[in-house]
């Protein structure tokens, strides 16, 4: 029986750890958690807000995730929304899902990711 998500693993090119620490840390406010030393080896990096974790993968021939996302859930949108501006992020706001407020922004490598609340 399912129960809960555990976590969210995206892609990313070889090299990009950094550039993603930077966005993941910095502009969404996670926190990076260690990888198991048998699964560091192979690069990316593990982060988490609460109870929500994304993980971040190497694969050497690597495309970002444009249609397929994580949709994570937010408090106070508009001030998160601006905060991911101001980080340079581009934001571009949907108001097709009825009863949210919802935006979309992609990470430092391309992949979609969508923030939304409930009204």
Not at 19 to 41: C, N, W
């Amino acid at each position: 029986m399912l129960v809960a998500v555990d976590h969210v693993q995206l892609a990313a090119p070889p090299g990009s750890e950094d550039e993603l620490r930077a966005y993941y840390v910095d502009a969404l406010g996670m926190t990076e958690i260690p990888k198991p030393p048998v699964l560091a080896a192979r690069g990316g990096c593990w982060f988490r807000a609460g109870a929500v974790q994304l993980h971040l993968g190497i694969e050497a021939d690597f495309r970002p995730a444009r249609k397929a996302h994580p949709g994570l859930r937010v408090t106070d949108i508009e001030a998160y929304a601006a905060r991911l501006a101001k980080s340079g992020a581009d934001v571009t706001w949907d108001d097709n899902l009825p009863g949210h407020l919802r935006f979309y922004s992609e990470d430092p490598v391309g992949n979609r990711l969508e923030f939304l609340q409930p009204r």
